[in-house]
């Protein structure tokens, strides 16, 4: 990769702005305000912005690998809290893709290195679904079948945080759980049962 067309990518970005809108950067300098906190993976082929067709100032975004959202992860747990306490944010969306490479290695008996704590996270998922992905014998399709159960760990691990239940309490905040399918472009609503989940789990996770 040449950086210097990077470079030049980006005075023809700033000019293509500017054409469009002489204060494009001054107002941008003025703040966000996002009505949605977008969690994803930290692959490059998932563009979060590009993908939703959204521009600056319209999504807070944070990507790891595989879209985790870990409890002791002060990163993802930090930009949560920003994003609900602080910019108000009203939803949240965990998206995985299909092709994930975190949670392909997941599905692997390898000793990955550093990367095996943040892996084992995954496989803790297919721990919790065993019955239903071994019963899947096409293995493209258990794959993506985690992929997408993932997600909606992920959305549960967010509906158990202080922050989440008290903005929902407050003003209504939803979790959502999508997949992108890397092969076709589409944005796919799992649908994930938001009241549901938080009824299930209040017992054990309310936080007042």
């Known amino acids: 990769m040449n950086l210097e067309h990077v470079f030049q990518n980006n005075k023809k970005w700033i000019k293509d702005k500017l054409e469009l809108n ?9 703040g966000q305000n996002p009505e949605l906190l977008f ?11 590009e ?14 690998i595989a879209n985790m959202v870990i409890s002791i992860d002060l990163n993802v747990m930090s930009v949560v809290n920003y994003a609900v306490e602080h910019l108000k ?22 000793d990955l290195g550093i990367l095996n704590p943040w892996l084992r996270n995954i496989r ?38 202080a922050a989440v239940q008290k903005a929902y ?16 472009g589409k944005l796919i609503d799992l649908k994930i ?6 009824k299930d789990i209040m017992e054990i996770y309310h936080l007042d």
């Open 193 to 198: 049962n938001f009241e549901k989940y938080l």
């Open 39 to 49: 969690i994803g993976c930290s692959d490059s082929r998932v563009t979060a912005e």
């Open 89 to 110: 944010v009203n939803h949240i969306v965990v998206c995985g893709h299909y092709a994930c490479g975190g949670v392909h290695a997941a599905m692997q008996s390898e």
């Open 169 to 184: 309490r407050e003003r209504g905040l939803i979790v959502h759980g999508w997949v992108f399918d890397v092969h076709t």
């Open 51 to 64: 993908l939703m067709g959204l521009g600056p100032g319209e999504v807070f975004v944070h990507r790891n």
């Open 22 to 30: 002489p204060d494009y950067f001054e107002d941008l300098g003025k």
């Open 124 to 161: 803790d998922v297919y721990r919790i679904h065993k019955d239903e992905l071994n019963a899947i014998e096409d293995e493209e399709k258990k794959y993506d079948r985690l992929v997408e159960l993932n997600v909606k760990e992920q959305c549960v691990n967010l509906i158990k945080t």
